[in-house]
């Protein structure tokens, strides 16, 4: 397999465009992790991630393929909008499969304190605040979002982040404090406090 670690997305697409399937598989390994995170965030179910993140590559390819895919300078921004989209798509067939009906439960879902409108506000700002979190995250050093991943999305503790990644527990709390600072640095930068 050829070295594609120098090359472009732009390239590795229209490489893998001219049919070079080593190429797409360079953009796979490129923002598979990162991709698959961002998806498992929102749906928190591995099962429903794993087929997300399989069908976000699979419309890519597709797009791909059929010359469709336009060059906008981020390929990465783009695969993000069509697993975005999917999750969208997601949360609505989950919504209509689980309609309920008042009259099935033995409580009055529609006269419920907790389904009121202030709740269903502070659900959009906390999931809000999430989406800010996770664009924090992205723009963090790779080692220091590899231990916030670890630990949050993992529920690892320090000494098997230490273990996992190869460092001592000492490295693994200083990236973890390190990527902390980073990350009220850049949402006060972007008046997210």
């Given at each position: 397999?050829?070295?594609?670690?120098?090359?472009?997305?732009?390239?590795?697409?229209?490489?893998?465009?001219e049919?070079?399937?080593e190429?797409?598989?360079?953009?796979?390994s490129?923002?598979?992790?990162?991709?698959?995170?961002?998806i498992?965030?929102f749906?928190r179910?591995?099962?429903?991630?794993?087929?997300?993140?399989?069908e976000?590559?699979?419309?890519?390819?597709?797009?791909?393929?059929?010359?469709?895919?336009?060059?906008?300078?981020?390929?990465?921004?783009?695969?993000?909008?069509?697993?975005h989209?999917?999750?969208?798509?997601?949360?609505?067939?989950?919504?209509?499969?689980?309609?309920?009906?008042?009259?099935?439960?033995?409580?009055?879902?529609?006269?419920?304190?907790?389904?009121?409108?202030?709740?269903?506000?502070?659900?959009?700002?906390?999931?809000?605040?999430?989406?800010?979190?996770?664009?924090?995250?992205?723009?963090?050093?790779?080692?220091?979002?590899?231990?916030?991943?670890?630990?949050?999305?993992r529920?690892?503790?320090?000494?098997?982040?230490?273990?996992?990644?190869?460092?001592?527990?000492?490295?693994?709390?200083?990236?973890?404090?390190?990527?902390?600072?980073?990350?009220?640095?850049?949402?006060?930068?972007?008046?997210?406090?």
């Amino acid at each position: 397999m050829a070295d594609f670690t120098s090359f472009t997305d732009e390239l590795l697409v229209k490489l893998y465009a001219e049919g070079n399937n080593e190429a797409f598989d360079a953009l796979l390994s490129r923002y598979e992790k990162r991709l698959y995170t961002y998806i498992l965030y929102f749906v928190r179910n591995n099962d429903v991630a794993d087929d997300l993140f399989q069908e976000t590559f699979v419309k890519a390819i597709v797009t791909i393929k059929q010359g469709r895919y336009v060059e906008s300078g981020k390929f990465s921004a783009w695969l993000t909008r069509i697993a975005h989209n999917l999750i969208v798509d997601q949360f609505r067939y989950e919504r209509n499969e689980n309609t309920v009906s008042n009259d099935e439960t033995p409580t009055d879902l529609f006269n419920n304190a907790a389904l009121a409108e202030a709740c269903v506000e502070m659900q959009i700002v906390t999931g809000e605040t999430l989406t800010d979190v996770v664009k924090l995250v992205g723009q963090l050093p790779e080692s220091q979002r590899e231990v916030v991943y670890l630990r949050f999305y993992r529920d690892m503790s320090f000494k098997e982040i230490a273990d996992y990644t190869g460092v001592s527990i000492n490295t693994a709390l200083g990236r973890m404090r390190y990527a902390l600072l980073n990350m009220r640095r850049m949402a006060g930068e972007h008046h997210l406090l």
